[in-house]
Structure formats: C-alpha cells, structure tokens
C-alpha cells in the first residue's frame, strides 16, 4: 500500500522554524516527484514546494521563496521542508504529495498520493 506520512508540525511564534519530514511506504520512491502543499481554514489547497524525483530540481511558491527550503534524502525514502522566518499567514494544514514531476503549476491533478497532513500554526 502507498503511503505518505507528514510529520513534524506544531505550533511556534512568528520569526521561528519549523522542519516538515514526509515518509513514503510502498513506493518505487525514486520515480516520484514530491511536492508540498498548505490548505488555511476556509481556504483552497496550494502549493507550497516541489522537489524533482533527484532533488536537483526545486520549485517554490513565490510566497515562501527564501524562507523555506525542500530537500530528500533518497536512500531514507524521506522529503524535507525547512520552513524559517514564519509568519503568521503560514498557518496552514500541510500535506506532502506524489508527482511524476515538479513544476511551478502545482497543480493538484498532477499529484496521484497524498498524506493526512500536518498541523503548522504561526501564533504568538
């Protein structure tokens, strides 16, 4: 069974970080593309970031761009986000997905295996 298993969220105060980890299970892990999205109450599901079935191709959100940062670890089936500076609009639900490929587009169809998702709230 293909799973993916977000960890890693909480709550923590604006200008803090936060280390998001997604594990895979019953994947061919390597042929996948693996993106991170955020859905905020009352909100639609965007992308956040996007990594490249190597990891030598990252996208991100023009919102997050220099605060946070994607990175996998093949050999351990696991995708990083390392999400500095937070503000408060960061609060969000954040899902990791799978993806053939990784592009700017984000585009939820692209993305055939979802996680449950993990809480992050940015609050003082």
């Known amino acids: 069974q293909r799973q993916l298993v977000e960890s890693g969220g909480g709550l923590v105060q604006p200008g803090g970080s936060l280390r998001l980890s997604c594990a895979a299970s019953g994947f061919t892990w390597d042929y996948y593309a693996i993106g991170w999205f955020r859905q905020a109450p009352g909100k639609e599901r965007e992308g956040v970031s996007c990594v490249s079935r190597s990891g030598g191709t990252t996208n991100y959100a023009d919102s ?33 997905a799978a ?26």
């Open 64 to 96: 997050v761009k220099g605060r946070f940062t994607i990175s996998r670890d093949n050999h351990k089936n696991m995708v990083y986000l390392q999400m500095n500076s937070l503000k408060p609009e960061d609060t969000a639900v954040y899902y990791c």
């Open 99 to 124: 993806a053939y490929v990784c592009q700017r587009s984000f585009l939820l169809r692209d993305y055939d295996y979802w996680g449950q998702g993990t809480q992050v709230t940015v609050s003082s």
